[in-house]
């Protein structure tokens, strides 16, 4: 993923960006925050110019939101390929993935790639099926690490002159753990990543519950990531 330049006064995709402490917060793997965010960037056919904008949760969730706004804006040609990414705060839920299914299959000359920053209510077997369903009607599903965070931050957030390579850290643990259990989604594993918030202390705790099924068919370096092998 090649980065532009970092963001300056004259930039015209300033107003489409978003303020550090909405990134910082909306985009912690850790925060089980209701918000959702999505950050997009479009591509036409040939044409090297990219459209980058970004969208929240409103009476609708924002994969709803950007399916009714890209098509009633844009009349699409059957003839003309369109590469979108998306990164997401939450993976999409079952309904979402319904939708979005349905609007790659009306418009077969898009192709979709999705980076998440954390899955949404994954123990919810719909929300799985319907992440399954992506997959198997062409999109890629990742979860955002590092490289993806730095990403964001440089083309999607209005960062403070000379701030492009302050982007928030995160644990690289919680990206292997959500990493982990996608791979338990995608397999048809039973889930292995239980998440919990102690409402006291507003602290999120996690809990590992591997079984044998998950030993047998995750791979290892999948694993060993997590450091449970």
């Known amino acids: 993923?090649?980065?532009?330049?970092?963001?300056?006064?004259?930039?015209?995709?300033?107003?489409?960006?978003?303020?550090?402490?909405?990134?910082?917060?909306?985009?912690?793997?850790?925060?089980?925050?209701?918000?959702?965010?999505?950050?997009?960037?479009?591509?036409?056919g040939t044409c090297p110019k990219i459209?980058?904008?970004?969208?929240?949760?409103?009476t609708k969730h924002v994969e709803v939101n950007?399916?009714?706004?890209?098509?009633?804006?844009?009349?699409?040609c059957s003839s003309t390929s369109c590469s979108i990414i998306w990164f997401l705060s939450w993976s999409p839920c079952?309904?979402?993935s319904k939708a979005i299914t349905e609007f790659l299959r009306q418009q077969p000359g898009v192709t979709l790639v999705i980076y998440v920053a954390r899955l949404f209510h994954h123990m919810d077997e719909q929300n799985r099926q319907?992440?399954?369903?992506?997959?198997?009607?062409?999109?890629?599903?990742?979860?955002?690490?590092?490289?993806?965070?730095?990403?964001?931050?440089?083309?999607?957030?209005?960062?403070?002159?000379?701030k492009d390579t302050h982007c928030p850290i995160y644990p690289p643990l919680w990206m292997k753990l959500y990493a982990l259990e996608?791979?338990?989604?995608?397999?048809?594993?039973?889930?292995?990543?239980?998440?919990?918030?102690?409402c006291?202390?507003?602290?999120?705790?996690?809990?590992?519950?591997l079984q044998m099924c998950h030993y047998q068919n995750i791979p290892h370096h999948i694993l060993l990531a997590t450091a449970w092998i």
Not at 66 to 76: G, N, V
């Open 1 to 44: 993923m090649a980065s532009d330049k970092g963001c300056s006064a004259g930039d015209p995709t300033l107003r489409r960006r978003i303020e550090p402490w909405e990134f910082e917060a909306i985009f912690d793997p850790r925060e089980l925050r209701k918000e959702a965010c999505l950050l997009y960037e479009i591509k036409w």
């Open 51 to 58: 459209w980058r904008h970004s969208g929240k949760n409103t």
């Open 66 to 76: 950007f399916i009714e706004k890209i098509t009633s804006e844009r009349q699409f």
């Open 94 to 96: 079952w309904e979402c």
């Open 130 to 162: 319907g992440l399954r369903d992506l997959i198997k009607s062409g999109v890629t599903i990742q979860i955002m690490t590092t490289p993806e965070y730095d990403y964001c931050w440089r083309n999607f957030v209005n960062y403070p002159p000379g």
């Open 182 to 198: 996608l791979h338990c989604i995608i397999l048809r594993l039973p889930p292995c990543l239980k998440i919990s918030r102690r």
């Open 200 to 209: 006291q202390k507003q602290l999120t705790s996690y809990r590992l519950n």
